[in-house]
């Protein structure tokens, strides 16, 4: 099979309606290598970097309520930081960049479920609005001059 580890995808391909932070940034703890009284936190078994998760809200309104809140996990030696708030909002658009998917099967559903993996996160950047139909966006050095 051609496809072996994680498939790189755009964020766009993610969450194409965007998507808000609504936890922490947490490093991930190994469980299975952590002891009473000594936590081990995770590392990447490709590059040996730190692991860090966020949770984040899908804004895509017809995802389920129960299926909003995903983990986006962040590769990366220090502990990232979200992005600044913007007033008026309750929670905080970001986004994700060299996002990879890895699929595996739940055990608690036996669904197929994904992992969802970033090298960083930032603010949103800014997008225009597509003009309405029929409207012309062209602008002359004339519009530019006056």
Same mark, same amino acid.
């Given at each position: 099979?051609?496809?072996?580890?994680?498939?790189?995808?755009?964020?766009?391909?993610?969450?194409?309606?965007?998507?808000?932070?609504?936890? =922490?940034?947490?490093?991930?703890?190994?469980?299975?290598?952590?002891?009473?009284?000594?936590?081990?936190?995770?590392?990447?078994?490709?590059?040996? =970097?730190?692991?860090?998760?966020?949770?984040?809200?899908?804004?895509?309104?017809?995802?389920?309520?129960?299926?909003?809140?995903?983990?986006?996990?962040?590769?990366? =030696?220090?502990?990232?930081?979200?992005?600044?708030?913007?007033?008026?909002?309750?929670?905080?658009?970001?986004?994700?960049?060299?996002?990879?998917?890895?699929?595996?099967?739940?055990?608690?559903?036996?669904?197929?479920?994904?992992?969802?993996?970033?090298?960083?996160?930032?603010?949103?950047?800014?997008?225009?609005?597509?003009?309405?139909?029929?409207?012309?966006?062209?602008?002359?050095?004339? =519009?530019?001059?006056?």
């Amino acid at each position: 099979m051609a496809i072996q580890g994680p498939i790189p995808v755009s964020f766009e391909q993610v969450f194409p309606h965007g998507c808000y932070i609504v936890g =922490e940034v947490e490093q991930v703890k190994d469980f299975t290598a952590s002891t009473n009284g000594r936590t081990v936190y995770a590392k990447d078994k490709t590059t040996g =970097e730190p692991v860090w998760q966020v949770a984040v809200m899908d804004a895509d309104p017809t995802v389920k309520a129960g299926q909003k809140t995903v983990s986006v996990k962040i590769l990366a =030696e220090v502990q990232p930081v979200p992005p600044a708030s913007l007033p008026g909002l309750p929670f905080v658009p970001v986004e994700f960049d060299g996002m990879t998917v890895t699929p595996y099967v739940a055990q608690n559903t036996g669904r197929l479920a994904w992992s969802i993996r970033a090298r960083t996160m930032r603010a949103p950047r800014a997008t225009t609005a597509p003009a309405a139909p029929g409207k012309n966006t062209t602008t002359t050095s004339k =519009e530019i001059a006056a």
